[in-house]
């Protein structure tokens, strides 16, 4: 019962597994999720799958909407840049601060942002045909 409380709040990042950047972006983020609501699933799992139609999921492969945060319990997507501050809110004071200030940000500038560095991702951090999410306390974070 608890369980199902927990799962109805938690915040699902869903990730470009084969991107270097985003991995490590995975990594950073469960680092500092000291509340534990943060899980994770790349863009080729069966929960992405599962979830695609109903959230508007981008297929994997997909260049400028690899990092959505789902928010469960509201049964809303957070893309882009609305899902890195979304996401950075969930951490401590410096952090949050930061999510706030984003979404003071005309949309169109801190997509534009985004945009860029979504199209330039692989070729200035790599990518691996293995998913660069490393086991150890993340592997029971991330949704299959």
Same mark, same amino acid.
């Given at each position: ?82 899902? %890195? $501050? /979304?996401?950075? *809110? ?8 930061? #999510?706030?200030?984003? &979404?003071? +940000? ?10 860029? %560095? $979504? /199209?330039?991702? *692989? ?8 998913? #660069?999410?490393?086991? &150890?306390? +993340? ?6």
């Amino acid at each position: 019962m608890l369980l199902d409380c927990l799962v109805k709040e938690r915040l699902v990042v869903i990730f470009d597994e084969g991107c270097l950047l985003c991995s490590g972006a995975v990594r950073f983020l469960h680092e500092r999720d000291r509340r534990g609501r943060l899980w994770f699933a790349g863009l080729g799992s069966q929960y992405a799958t599962a979830h695609r139609e109903s959230f508007g999921l981008p297929e994997p492969g997909a260049s400028a909407e690899t990092f959505v945060v789902l928010d469960e319990a509201a049964q809303k997507a957070f893309t882009r840049s609305d899902g %890195v $501050a /979304r996401v950075l *809110r969930e951490f401590g004071p410096g952090w949050s601060q930061l #999510g706030r200030l984003l &979404g003071f +940000l005309p949309r169109g500038l801190r997509d534009g942002a985004y945009s860029f %560095v $979504a /199209r330039n991702r *692989r070729h200035w951090f790599g990518s691996s045909e293995h998913c #660069g999410v490393p086991p &150890g306390s +993340l592997r029971g974070r991330v949704l299959d």
